[in-house]
């Protein structure tokens, strides 16, 4: 059921509101494509609608409790699909990553304390550490003559040595679309561990990963000194609904952690938010595989395009994530003229700077959307780059 044709089909989503294509017509007018926010533009699975409608029929929605089953739900998806067991105990319900995100901060650091990023990393990275008062160690990702991306350790063991307190990790790593290795993240953990700085490690792009490659989660790695982030929201396309989880063994991190939600007053627990995730966990297999085969198909009908249209365009190998991280400083833009010409050229993407300053000349093309709005984009691209 879920296959090629169901996928082609992708969604008319104008007049919900929704950023990626009501947002951007705003600000750019109507008939833009818009490739930028890390949306997709399908359905999502069957049983999340039909687990929400259910619950909407019933005429009042009060304070509702979180069952074991609720918790159980990504638990069990976890363990079976990435092989990573986690206690009820271990496990956090959140609002979202990003909140997940500056709560490690604020419970694992001080004001001023250093946090290291890795850029170009998705902009909340950086912004989260700005938005607490701590400051900014990054140690940037170093491209290969294929634009393959990797750590540099010696940069990160630097801002440990420096005094960072805190590291956080993109896992798979949004834009470059790097699955890190279970070698690359066990290097990674040496040098934190020698000077023990911990570690939260941002999984929400988890089960988009292309083979061969495969992903491991810091957790099958390491119980101590490290926390995830994780939420059916990317995977499942319910991001609007605003529910992620946290799994974490460490008690003392878990313990500062929860003390911070208690005094910051973060509340989680919207109803529907909880029962799409379960449902999305409990039984979104199926699905979730279709549209993986399908994306697949998708990057590779990117390369294709571009290689085709954009010869002075480089492509960052997918390994991971339905975002691609394109090159096209050969063309001599800014981000900012890019963000010029591509909107003239009726089509949107995700300026590289989003991400650092090292993303200058550099766009992030989202392509979960049908197959046949992949070429029109890089059509348009190729348009707003020789105009
Ligand atoms: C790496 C990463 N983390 C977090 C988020 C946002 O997650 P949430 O909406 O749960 O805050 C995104 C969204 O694109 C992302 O790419």
Redesign the pocket.
Known sequence: MFDREYFDAGLYRIGTDCEKWDGCRKREGGDVLPMW??DMDFQSPPAIREALLRRAAHPTWGYTEVTDADIDAPRDFWARRHGVSVTREEVTLLP????G?KLAILSLTKPGDGVIIQSPV?G?FRMSVQATGRTLMDAPLTADAHSRYTMDLEAVERQCRAGAKLMML?SPH?PVSRVWSREELQALLNVLNRYGVPLVS?E??ADFVYAPARFESVLSLQRTNVLTLC?A??TFNV?GL?T?FMFCSDEAIRTRYQETITASGVVSGNIFGVIASRAAFEQGDAWLDGLLDYLDGNRKELAEQVAEFLPGAVLTPVEATYLAWLDLRSYGFTCEELAKRTAKARVVFTGGTFFGDNGEGFLRVNFACPRRNIGEAIRRLKNALEA
């Not at 979202?96 to 909140?99: A, K, L």
Request: charged share 10%.
């Open positions: 926010v890390a979202c990553v990003v909140t995100l998705y909340p993109c949004n941002d929400i792009h939420a929201s990317k991001a605003q992620a």
